[in-house]
Nanobody
Framework: QVQLVESGGGLVQAGGSLRLSCAGS????????MGWFRQAPGKEREFVAR????????VYEDSVKGRFTISRDNAKNTVYLQMNSLKPEDTAVYYC?????????????????WGQGTQVTVSS
């Protein structure tokens, strides 16, 4: 079992920045690729970004490329999502998730452990 706890969400104006953190506990954190997903009201959960076990490979959803950066610190059992130039359409609950695959995947089914989510609200 891996327990994941997100933090860092909040209310920010358009153009602002937030840094989300996801702290893992339980099994060895570096055994898992990590991903960030988000779910806006009335919409399905969607992929945002993922990072391989070592941190050497990252993948982003097209709408966040150049604005969001995923990173991890395996010594601290933490994965981060730095979000810059935020837009109102980024408003959602953000979830981190752990995958037993080497580099994760772009779909929810690729992940086996999930955090409880943190709300991000971007005002216009």
């Amino acid at each position: 079992q891996v327990q994941l706890v997100e933090s860092g969400g909040g209310l920010v104006q358009a153009g602002g920045s937030l840094r989300l953190s996801c702290a893992g506990s339980g099994r060895t954190f570096s055994d898992y690729a990590m991903g960030w997903f988000r779910q806006a009201p009335g919409k399905e959960r969607e992929f945002v970004a993922r990072i391989s076990r070592s941190g050497g490979m990252t993948v982003y959803e097209d709408s966040v490329k150049g604005r969001f950066t995923i990173s991890r610190d395996n010594a601290k059992n933490t994965v981060y999502l730095q979000m810059n130039s935020l837009k109102p359409e980024d408003t959602a609950v953000y979830y981190c998730a752990a995958s037993s695959g080497r580099s994760g995947g772009d779909y929810s089914r690729d992940y086996i452990y999930w955090g409880q989510g943190t709300q991000v609200t971007v005002s216009s």
